[in-house]
């Protein structure tokens, strides 16, 4: 009976072989997690339809505070922005590690691309759409910035993923970095900078210092999953990467192109040479 107890505990406790485990995972859970355990296909299916499900939550939220007025459009745009690819990321685990798993991922902001290439040229209506995401509510301006944000986010998940520090700064500094230079720089914009009258001393320090706190954070976050493994080189990695994202961010040529493609390129080439 002694003897029967320990190893019961035994192999409560830890399993040493994949027969205990695959009995473990019998008696003790639903039969369709050992579904999703035993079948990765099956696994990122479900990654997929839940993240897009999440993704979708979150554009359909700000429609909706569009359309109602709950902020003003320039914000409303700008939450959106910071939200999407910061929420999406989050998702990121759930799918599995090779090259499915990221390009199954990456066709969530993939069809946002159709969506802008469809919407933005006017074959497809979508009023509340072009209203949460534009300046100044023109469709046009979908195949602009809101078309690039979704190819970066798009190339960075399928081309980098998660395991590379790239891929988190790219996607911090476009979308936590970028969009709270907007929404500082908007309130607490009166110092402008001398080469370019149109960006904010507050605006650019907002962009740098939020676009490395949120890589900062997801590099803790993928960490804990050992994607990545945190170090001094990798923070002073990201540093570099959001300084230099910030001073690109505010050049006028950023301006005269767009910030949503230059500030990726920026992440790109600079985190190629610091990581």
């Given at each position: 009976?002694?003897?029967?107890?320990?190893?019961?505990?035994?192999?409560?406790?830890?399993?040493?072989?994949?027969?205990?485990?695959?009995?473990?995972?019998?008696?003790?859970?639903?039969?369709?997690v050992i579904m999703?355990?035993?079948?990765?296909?099956?696994?990122?299916?479900?990654?997929?339809?839940?993240?897009?499900?999440?993704?979708?939550?979150?554009?359909?939220?700000?429609?909706?505070?569009?359309?109602?007025?709950?902020?003003?459009?320039?914000?409303?745009?700008?939450?959106?922005?910071?939200?999407?690819?910061?929420?999406?990321?989050?998702?990121?685990?759930?799918?599995?590690?090779?090259?499915?798993?990221?390009?199954?991922?990456?066709?969530?902001p993939g069809v946002n691309i159709i969506?802008?290439?469809?919407?933005?040229?006017?074959?497809?209506?979508?009023?509340?759409?072009?209203?949460?995401?534009?300046?100044?509510?023109?469709?046009?301006?979908?195949?602009?910035?809101?078309?690039?944000?979704?190819?970066?986010?798009?190339?960075?998940?399928?081309?980098?993923?998660?395991?590379?520090?790239?891929?988190?700064?790219?996607?911090?500094?476009?979308?936590?970095?970028?969009?709270?230079?907007?929404?500082?720089?908007?309130?607490?914009?009166?110092?402008?900078?001398?080469?370019?009258?149109?960006?904010?001393?507050?605006?650019?320090?907002?962009?740098?210092?939020?676009?490395?706190?949120?890589?900062?954070?997801?590099?803790?976050?993928?960490?804990?999953?050992?994607?990545?493994?945190?170090?001094?080189?990798?923070?002073?990695?990201?540093?570099?990467?959001?300084?230099?994202?910030?001073?690109?961010?505010?050049?006028?040529?950023?301006?005269?192109?767009?910030?949503?493609?230059?500030?990726?390129?920026?992440?790109?080439?600079?985190?190629?040479?610091?990581?």
């Open positions: 009976m002694a003897s029967l107890k320990g190893a019961t505990n035994f192999v409560l406790s830890s399993s040493s072989s994949s027969s205990s485990l695959s009995s473990n995972l019998s008696t003790a859970t639903p039969l369709a999703l355990y035993r079948n990765p296909v099956l696994s990122d299916a479900l990654a997929t339809a839940v993240s897009g499900g999440i993704a979708l939550v979150v554009l359909r939220l700000f429609e909706e505070t569009a359309k109602r007025g709950l902020f003003d459009q320039k914000l409303n745009r700008k939450l959106l922005h910071v939200s999407f690819g910061l929420v999406f990321m989050l998702c990121w685990p759930l799918f599995s590690s090779g090259h499915r798993g990221a390009l199954l991922a990456a066709t969530i969506r802008m290439l469809l919407v933005g040229s006017g074959i497809w209506k979508d009023e509340a759409t072009v209203k949460s995401m534009s300046r100044f509510g023109q469709h046009r301006e979908l195949l602009e910035g809101p078309l690039y944000y979704a190819l970066t986010i798009t190339f960075a998940c399928a081309y980098y993923w998660r395991t590379s520090p790239i891929a988190i700064a790219a996607i911090c500094n476009l979308c936590a970095g970028d969009g709270f230079a907007d929404i500082i720089g908007r309130r607490l914009g009166q110092h402008k900078i001398p080469y370019n009258p149109n960006k904010s001393l507050a605006g650019s320090i907002a962009m740098g210092c939020a676009g490395f706190l949120a890589s900062l954070g997801f590099m803790s976050y993928f960490s804990s999953f050992d994607y990545v493994r945190g170090s001094r080189e990798m923070v002073s990695g990201f540093l570099m990467v959001s300084l230099a994202s910030a001073v690109v961010e505010s050049h006028p040529l950023s301006s005269r192109l767009d910030d949503n493609l230059t500030v990726p390129l920026t992440c790109a080439l600079v985190g190629s040479l610091v990581f």
